[in-house]
């Protein structure tokens, strides 16, 4: 049950049993002071910077997320998507939950791009799905509704079934509908980890479907937040998460590890690949 998503120049194969597929992270101004100041004054200049740097570091897909306030994400979302697609050729994820933003900006993105996201929540289903299958995207779905996020497994596949079959009824393919099972922060919750993994060997096990998710929450208000990162990952990689949202500039290396323990890397090459690429000052020692 895989789907591709293209770019201009590359694809990204979403595909439960294939590789782990990397969406980069960086263009989102939540937490970035200089990249909110350069899209209130569109500077797409350092947008492009941010851009051509997650693909040297191993992205496959790249999300934009325009969310200042005060902005007119309407207006500015299309325009972000276009300079970021035209100068890396990559595959696009829209992320926004401003429908009206979604709906401008999905014809600014060529191929076939990802919306991120739609839930269970029925304002939700009715926004943006139709918006999914009007332009032949897929859609990551998270696991959550308006009762919020369900504290136990079963109850957040019992959501991604629910988006599922409304996405089903629109006739969007099972394949174009990622399944977030979602994280929140183990130093708030110690079982957040543990529900979040049982919640993906679930789904992978009842729906088959590929899954997402959100790589950095998991360690939100930890000291040392990358070792706490690259454990959850491999155990969420091992657990069948195959399309993780992260910085590839810092996790990269260790999703390739993983693919390659998981016998997903054919003679270590891709893992290989990636090690000779990175700068030398870069290179674990």
Same mark, same amino acid.
């Given at each position: 049950?895989? #789907?591709?998503?293209?770019?201009?120049?590359?694809?990204?194969?979403?595909?439960?049993?294939?590789?782990?597929? @990397?969406?980069?992270?960086?263009?989102?101004?939540?937490?970035?002071?200089?990249?909110?100041?350069?899209?209130? /004054?569109?500077?797409?200049? !350092?947008?492009?910077?941010?851009?051509?740097?997650?693909?040297?570091?191993?992205?496959?897909?790249?999300?934009?997320?325009?969310?200042?306030?005060? @902005?007119?994400?309407?207006?500015?979302? +299309?325009?972000?998507?276009?300079?970021?697609?035209?100068?890396?050729?990559? +595959?696009?994820?829209?992320? #926004?939950? $401003?429908? /009206?933003?979604?709906?401008?900006?999905? &014809?600014?993105?060529?191929?076939? +791009?990802?919306?991120?996201?739609?839930?269970?929540?029925?304002?939700?289903?009715?926004?943006?799905?139709?918006?999914?299958?009007?332009?032949?995207?897929?859609?990551?779905?998270?696991?959550?509704?308006?009762?919020?996020?369900?504290?136990? &497994?079963?109850?957040?596949?019992?959501?991604?079934?629910?988006?599922?079959?409304?996405?089903?009824?629109?006739?969007?393919?099972?394949?174009?509908?990622? @399944?977030?099972?979602?994280?929140?922060?183990?130093?708030?919750? #110690?079982?957040?980890?543990?529900?979040?993994?049982?919640?993906?060997?679930?789904?992978?096990?009842?729906?088959?479907?590929?899954?997402?998710?959100?790589?950095?929450?998991?360690?939100?208000?930890? +000291?040392?937040?990358?070792?706490?990162?690259?454990?959850?990952?491999?155990?969420?990689?091992?657990?069948?998460? $195959?399309?993780?949202?992260?910085?590839?500039?810092?996790? #990269?290396?260790?999703?390739?590890?993983?693919?390659?323990?998981?016998?997903?890397?054919? !003679?270590?090459?891709? !893992?290989?690949?990636?090690?000779?690429?990175?700068?030398?000052?870069?290179?674990?020692?």
């Amino acid at each position: 049950m895989s #789907t591709t998503l293209k770019g201009t120049v590359r694809d990204a194969v979403l595909d439960p049993q294939g590789p782990v597929v @990397i969406i980069g992270e960086k263009i989102n101004p939540t937490g970035r002071k200089k990249l909110a100041e350069a899209l209130q /004054r569109r500077d797409f200049d !350092y947008v492009r910077e941010l851009a051509s740097k997650q693909v040297a570091a191993g992205a496959d897909i790249l999300d934009i997320n325009v969310g200042v306030p005060g @902005i007119d994400d309407v207006a500015l979302l +299309p325009e972000v998507v276009r300079a970021v697609a035209e100068s890396t050729g990559l +595959p696009i994820c829209i992320d #926004t939950p $401003n429908a /009206r933003a979604l709906a401008a900006a999905l &014809p600014a993105a060529p191929g076939k +791009p990802l919306v991120n996201s739609v839930n269970g929540e029925e304002a939700s289903l009715q926004a943006v799905l139709p918006l999914v299958k009007e332009r032949g995207a897929a859609v990551i779905g998270l696991a959550m509704d308006e009762h919020g996020i369900p504290k136990d &497994p079963e109850s957040r596949v019992a959501v991604a079934e629910k988006i599922l079959e409304r996405a089903a009824r629109l006739g969007i393919p099972a394949g174009d509908v990622i @399944i977030d099972p979602l994280v929140l922060t183990v130093g708030g919750d #110690t079982q957040a980890g543990v529900v979040t993994l049982r919640t993906i060997e679930l789904l992978r096990r009842a729906l088959g479907v590929s899954i997402n998710l959100g790589a950095s929450n998991v360690s939100f208000g930890l +000291p040392d937040r990358h070792t706490v990162n690259q454990a959850f990952l491999s155990l969420a990689i091992g657990a069948g998460a $195959n399309c993780l949202i992260t910085d590839p500039s810092k996790l #990269t290396l260790t999703i390739r590890a993983a693919d390659l323990i998981l016998g997903r890397d054919e !003679y270590a090459m891709r !893992y290989i690949q990636h090690f000779r690429s990175l700068p030398k000052e870069e290179k674990p020692s």
